[in-house]
């Protein structure tokens, strides 16, 4: 999809054989677009086994996009768009292959590439998890848990979005402190959902941007146990999704690798019955050490 003096256009890469391997590239460029970490780099780890015309005009794209990407009207306004075509369109659930199912191709003890799994590496394999070696520690967000996650943060933002407009309707998608704010209040907490969701679909970690954000990442991870994996185990879309034995280890993540932790403040922000009034001021106060979001993105209807 390229801009145009006419509007938006969409123009054919090239022929692909392997619809996966298409897919795949689709969402990884989908994620470069949006800044996702790292992105670029995918684009040239996916495009290396395609043919030569197709990877040049691949890797034209990539560098298409980095140089977009060093003028900021021009980044925000591909990131929307290319957010606007993902969740329009539906996610391209390609993009959670993005992860890692393990952590080999870093070990300097072994010759393991990074389709090999520790367990069945006689030199990596000398403990439970694989950390004989000292160097294959455990992944974090595979691609499964991402999977999962995403769909979490995207229920509770549809059920945050309905407590707002329909006051019959509450099924405590936001910490009981925050139980009693305006509507307006419940909408903005519905879109902060949206926006850790939307690092998941641009093929990274949630970042949290703001105290909300932080508080409703923690909510989502604490509560994930009562969410029905189970159903998900059947989802057509989900098994095609890459397994790791360290899928779903939610105490980990949150806990351990930091990787889903937050703050102390968040902490006592979720865990609270009630909160001071004036406390709510910084509730969505962009933290001053990371990127703002987009503040042009709008609310859902």
Request: net charge negative; charged share 30%.
């Amino acid at each position: 999809m390229r801009g145009t003096p006419r509007g938006p256009e969409l123009s054919r890469i090239g022929t692909f054989e392997d619809r996966d391997e298409a897919q795949l590239l689709a969402a990884t460029l989908n994620a470069a677009l949006q800044g996702g970490t790292g992105a670029l780099a995918k684009i040239h780890r996916c495009s290396a086994s395609l043919p030569g015309p197709l990877r040049k005009a691949v890797t034209d794209l990539g560098e298409e996009i980095e140089d977009v990407h060093r003028d900021a009207p021009r980044a925000r306004a591909a990131h929307r768009a290319a957010r606007a075509v993902t969740e329009n369109s539906g996610p391209n659930t390609a993009v959670f292959s993005l992860f890692n199912t393990t952590n080999c191709g870093s070990c300097r003890s072994c010759g393991c590439t990074a389709d090999e799994d520790c367990a069945k590496c006689a030199v990596c394999d000398s403990s439970p998890r694989g950390r004989g070696c000292g160097d294959c520690g455990r992944v974090g967000v595979t691609p499964r848990t991402a999977f999962v996650l995403h769909r979490r943060l995207r229920d509770l933002a549809d059920k945050t979005y309905l407590a707002a407009y329909d006051s019959d309707f509450w099924e405590h998608s936001v910490p009981v402190s925050a139980e009693t704010q305006s509507d307006w209040f419940l909408l903005h907490c519905a879109r902060a959902y949206d926006d850790l969701a939307a690092d998941l679909l641009a093929g990274g970690i949630p970042e949290p941007r703001c105290l909300a954000e932080s508080v409703l990442l923690s909510h989502a991870v604490e509560g994930i146990g009562g969410f029905s994996i189970e159903l998900l185990h059947a989802d057509k879309i989900y098994q095609t999704i890459p397994a790791s034995r360290f899928d779903y280890d939610w105490e980990f993540l949150a806990n351990k690798s930091r990787l889903l932790d937050v703050s102390d403040r968040a902490h006592d922000f979720r865990e609270a019955d009630v909160v001071e009034e004036d406390l709510w001021d910084e509730w969505f106060t962009p933290y001053s050490n990371v990127k703002p979001r987009d503040d042009t993105r709008e609310l859902r209807g």
